[in-house]
Every structure is written in C-alpha cells, then in structure tokens.
C-alpha cells in the first residue's frame, strides 16, 4: 500500500524539524519554501566575503538538534560543528561597566558579588525558582500537545506554585535588588519577542536552559544547522522546493487535502504542517468557510509581538576586545520597552544586540575584518513607521551609537550595509504586522492560549514553530516539531527510510 503524504510549509528551523520527524515516522515528505533559499528566519546573506546569518545567533540545547540527526542513524557532527561561547552574552552598561553571563556559577557569583553583594543569596533563590519552572515548564510540558482545556487544567494547580502569574521582571525583582542586576536577568525574553514586564515568569525556564546546556555557535554560521538538515533531507528522500509560495491551503470534506501554489500546481496531502506564521495562515491562507474558530476577527484580537529592526554589515578594521554577544544597554529599561511594546513608538533611544561571530569563527569575514550584526527591538508595523525612510538614518544612530560605546572608529570602517525591518517580516516572511516572533508570550497566550499545534478548524492541519506551542526560540521551535509525534497519525504502512550508507558531510 502506498505511503500517506505529508506536505511542510516552509523551511525554518520548524519545517525541518518537522520535515525529519514526519520522514521518520513513516510519510513521504516534501517541504515548499517561498524564498530562493532554506531557512526561513535562519537563511543567510553573503555578500563581498562576508557572511550574515539573518536570524537565530544563539544556540542553546544543543541535544533537540543532535535528535534530529539520531532518528535517522546520523551523527550531528558529521553535518555541522557546535561550540561553547563564553560569555554568554556581555552586559554593557550606560555607564561604561559591564556583566559577563557565564555557565560557570562561582564565576557568576563573583560578578554579582562585584556588582551587589547583598544580591548573591538573592541570585540563588532566583536560579534554584528558574530550575523548578524549567522542570515543569520545559522538562515536562515543552514537547506536549496543548490543545486541551483537561491539559491546563492539570497544570494551573503547578503554575500557582510557581508564580507565573507574575511576570518575568517582577519574579527576578522578587529576588534581586540591584537594577542592574534586575536587568541583566530579564531581558532574555526579549529573545523570543516578550516585554519582561509583562511576559509570564514560565519563561524564566529560559535563564536555566541557558545554565544547565550553555550557549552554543555553529561553525560557519547558523546557516550551517540548515545546510546540515537540508544535506540529511536529501539523503532521507525528502525534497525542499525552493521558490515554490504557498497561497492556499486545500480543505475537502471538511480536512485539509493538500496545497495550491503560487504558480496553481495543486499538490495531494494526508497531512499539511505549516512552520508559517498562523496569524496569516488563517486569515490568508484558509478560506472563512472553513474557519469557525480563527475567525479574522479573532486574529485581529491578538497581540503581535514586537518587531526587529537588524543591520549587517562588515568592518574593514577588527574589534578584538568585544565579545562574541553583547546586550547595549540604554539609559531606559521600563520606558523604552513601553514605546516598544505599548505606545509602539520608534524612541530616540535603544538598547541593541550585537552579534560578532568572528569572534569565534574568522572566516565569517575576510582576513582583518569583522562581519558583524545589530539588532534593535522596535514596534511591529501597528505602529505606522514608514521604514523605507526611516532604515537608513535610524541605522547611522544606531552605529553612533555602537561608536561611542563599543566599537571606537567604525562609523569610518563600515562596508556592505543592509537592513531588515518589520516591513521585510511583514513581506518576505509572511509574518503579521511584521512581528519577529508571532503572538506576544504574554500568559493569556502561552500554553493552551497560544495557537495550538493541531488545527481547531482543519483536520490533518498542524502548526510548528514560534506562533504555535510551545513558542520562539530556537529550543521552542525545535520542541514544536516533537509535539506532532503525540498527534499526528502514524502511518499502518510506511515508507521505509533509505538506506543511509556513506551519507554525512
């Protein structure tokens, strides 16, 4: 008897994932991409010898990645190289000092006792809180299907215990007295698209993911990570079309049946797995006729989380003394993330990322030079921002910036600039008001709130990636495609997988 099929929406870190599992499982595959390249959010720029990872930088449990490889008899190490980075991220203050976020706790400890020492004992209490919702939040509850009233039900009794009803900021506020030190343990929800004033403190699971697996780069770039799943999809019998949009997504008999491209081709599915945005998939991609809970007016409803404004660019001079990561902080925390997320204003002011991957890998630039990446938090596209007149300057004020207080001299050293704002995730990536992470991790929309990973209106449709449980980042992404194991039917007769012999890079 011949095989189901199963067709994957885009080709980001979810769609592959899921691409690998549903192979696995017994599905013959085939992904659709409506870029020229894989990746999604994770594709690359090259340009002059340089090389620009678009999106994900941060690498953290390493393990959901060496699965993929595992469930088809490969190792990761033959597709792609991971490396510790330490520090983590750098902290760098409006006054010139700085924090290292390290691994190693006695290192940690010795920070923050520089810093506040009163605050040592409040960090313990704060790391051993962060463990405890890890274990229930991610341990427990990342791969599960949350699509089920009964499932959070279960778990509120545990949410209670553990405060998740207070948000990320006020948790570590708990805890921590010094506001440096308070920010230096709160950002990290501004990774995957959260306001830690009011994102839910589960996302605290964050800051002890990062301690117990560490903060990882990819030789070669992330982009590598993609390559390597792609180079296994290959050897497994998947095809990843590139240049193939997806406009429609086919119901029959009240059950999703397949896709029509953006060209017509018409393409048959048992099972059709989205790693799009669900917010457009819902209102663009599937007919109001068969949507009886994601209504339009029900998607209008929700809260986009923030957008990015990122610049990339190379520098003909090197900056030995800048780590790896490095989080810039500016002179306001609370107001500036209120023009962000509330007001959804473009600030005077800002406080970055900045990504120097030649920090740990030289051949990401040319001989002598830096390729380097900047990141700014800035509203979605509600907020009116006409971005093709604002790239440019907003980006001279950015490197200003980054001039005064990092990199002395690179406004005169800059080569091969370019920019992504929200208008280019509203465009090319589909996303809805140009949000960089789907629905903001509020905790009306986390967990059961957030979109489910089985389809309330459509059958044999599923979701991975960061709008669907259990949210942004890469280990969230990569955990929603292991959700579609607990809900997706197996196969009574599968395609066996061929034979692997000599594959590897």
């Known amino acids: 008897m011949k095989a189901p099929r199963a067709v994957v929406i885009g080709s980001g870190f979810g769609g592959l994932a899921a691409a690998v599992r549903l192979r696995v499982m017994g599905y013959e595959v085939q992904v659709l991409e409506a870029l020229d390249q894989p990746g999604g959010r994770a594709r690359v720029f090259r340009r002059d010898g340089y090389t620009f990872d678009a999106g994900p930088t941060v690498i953290t449990a390493p393990y959901l990645l060496e699965e993929l490889f595992g469930l088809a008899g490969r190792r990761m190490d033959d597709y792609v190289r991971l490396v510790p980075v330490d520090p983590f991220y750098r902290i760098l203050y409006p006054d010139g000092s700085s924090f290292d976020y390290v691994q190693d706790e006695e290192r940690l400890l010795a920070q923050i006792a520089a810093i506040s020492p009163r605050d040592v004992e409040g960090y313990r209490k704060l790391a051993a809180h962060s463990e405890r919702i890890f274990e229930v939040g991610y341990t427990q509850l990342a791969d599960q299907p949350f699509d089920r009233a009964t499932t959070m039900m279960r778990v509120i009794p545990q949410m209670l215990r553990l405060e998740s009803h207070r948000t990320v900021y006020g948790l570590v506020a708990k805890y921590i007295k010094d506001e440096k030190l308070r ?4 950002f990290e929800p501004l990774l995957v698209g959260g306001n830690p004033f009011t994102t839910t403190s589960i996302y605290l699971l964050i800051h002890w993911l990062e301690r117990k697996w560490g903060v990882h780069f990819a030789m070669g770039g992330t982009g590598q990570i993609v390559r390597g799943l792609v180079a296994l999809l290959e050897e ?4 990843v079309r590139l ?4 406009e429609e997504i086919e119901v029959t008999s009240g059950r999703a049946s397949g896709v029509r491209t953006a060209d017509g081709t018409r393409i ?3 099972v059709v797995v989205s790693n799009a945005d669900p917010s457009y998939v819902y209102t663009r991609m599937i007919a109001p006729a068969h949507r009886r809970r994601n209504t339009d007016r029900a998607v209008a409803r929700k809260r986009q989380s923030m957008s990015l404004f990122v610049a990339y660019f190379g520098s003909t001079k090197q900056f030995p003394q800048v780590a790896h990561h490095t989080i810039v902080l500016g002179n306001r925390y609370r107001g500036l993330l209120d023009d962000i997320f509330r007001r959804k204003r473009l600030a005077d002011d800002f406080s970055l990322y900045l990504h120097a991957p030649t920090r740990t890998d030289a051949s990401l630039a040319p001989p002598g030079h830096e390729a380097l990446y900047v990141l700014s938090p800035v509203p979605n596209n509600r907020s009116g921002i006409d971005w093709k ?12 910036e980054l001039d005064r207080r990092i990199l002395p001299g690179i406004s005169q050293t800059v080569t091969t600039p370019s920019f992504l704002t929200p208008d280019e995730f509203q465009h090319d990536l589909r996303s809805v008001d140009g949000a960089a992470f ?14 489910h990973n089985r389809s309330d209106d459509v059958p044999g449709l599923y979701f991975v990636g960061a709008g669907t449980h259990p949210g942004g980042g890469v280990p969230g992404v990569l955990s929603s495609a292991k959700v579609l194991e607990r809900i997706v039917p197996r196969p009574a007769h599968g395609a066996p997988l061929p034979s692997m012999a000599g594959a590897g890079r």
Do not use: I
């Open 183 to 186: 920010q230096a343990f709160t």
């Open 236 to 239: 497994m019998g998947v095809e």
């Open 389 to 400: 007149r604002q790239a440019e300057p907003y980006f001279d004020r950015v490197l200003a």
């Open 243 to 246: 240049n193939t949009p997806v």
């Open 438 to 451: 789907g629905p903001e991790p509020r905790l009306t929309q986390s967990a059961y709130f957030r979109y």
């Open 268 to 270: 048959r599915a048992d």
